[in-house]
């Protein structure tokens, strides 16, 4: 069995229990060393083997995990945060099909939500924003047409931006075509990581505050009136409103 499992943002902590005791369970682990902290694979069995996939391509990736199968082993497939956004996990579920290998999925925490977290804000703050649009801005990565960052910036809702530090000033020019350039904006790099750096601004100086702290990359970037100072309360808690499990006053 192969189990894909999502490593959390970077706090050891931050794997979900399920998640460690797949690790702890597994004969193999192959880990995204680039982002997956060895601290969450520290607690595994004596003798499992240990691959970092980020020197692996997906062939030699596959090819251990079809020895393992083979073998009769257990492989825990470690990514980074919740492997279902940009884990690059479809390709590899393919190939262990056509292998006919079996293999299961154990969700992580994203760094987006992680980044949230960090900035204690709620991307659906009620009046402000009811949606969160994850994307990415397309760098060497196309990105298909109606996905451009203009076009999603149009909605003027909350937005995690993966994979776009490096493209900071590109990024600000296209989110201000729609955004007014006074709209709150956040920038965390490596988000639960001891040396966590977190930049706040308005769309018209974050580029220059994220130079000044020197951020590159492992960088969540985050933008949207949700991140200023006003919001509605939502119904849920409100004394009047009644629902399900609660009669209003
Ligand atoms: C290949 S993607 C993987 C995303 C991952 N699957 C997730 O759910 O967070 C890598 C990008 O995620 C973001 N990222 C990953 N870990 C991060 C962290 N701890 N803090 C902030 N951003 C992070 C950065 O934008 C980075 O360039």
């Known amino acids: 069995m192969i189990t894909f499992i999502g490593a959390g943002p970077g706090d050891p902590e931050l794997i979900t229990v399920k998640g460690q005791k797949a690790v702890r369970n597994a004969d193999v682990i192959i880990y995204a060393g680039s ?23 997906l062939e030699e990736i596959i090819s251990v995990m079809k020895t393992a199968h083979e073998q009769g082993k257990n492989v825990a497939r470690v990514h980074t945060g919740d492997p279902s956004i940009y884990g690059s996990i479809r390709e590899q579920i393919e190939e262990l099909d056509k292998l006919k290998i079996p293999h299961t999925v154990i969700p992580g925490v994203s760094s987006f939500v992680a980044s949230a ?13 009811q949606t969160v649009i994850c994307t990415r801005m ?43 350039v006074t709209t709150p904006i ?29 951020i590159t990359k492992t960088a969540m970037i985050l933008v949207g009136d949700f991140l200023g100072d006003n919001f509605e309360n939502s119904l849920l808690y409100a004394s009047h409103f009644t629902h399900e499990y609660r009669k209003g006053k």
């Open 35 to 57: 982002l997956v902290p060895v601290a969450v694979i520290e607690d595994r069995k004596p003798g499992a083997e240990v691959y970092n996939s980020a020197t692996m391509d």
């Open 117 to 129: 977290a960090a900035l204690q804000r709620e991307f659906t703050v009620p009046g402000i924003s």
């Open 186 to 214: 956040a920038v965390v790099q490596r988000a639960s990581w001891p040396d966590q750096k977190i930049v706040t601004g308005c769309l018209n100086d974050i580029a220059a505050k994220i130079k000044e702290a020197d």
């Open 138 to 180: 397309e760098g060497r990565t196309p990105v298909p047409e109606l996905e451009k960052i203009e076009l999603l910036a149009s909605h003027k809702t909350s937005m995690a931006i993966f994979l776009t530090i490096g493209m900071i000033d590109k990024l600000v020019e296209k989110l201000t075509i729609h955004y007014p």
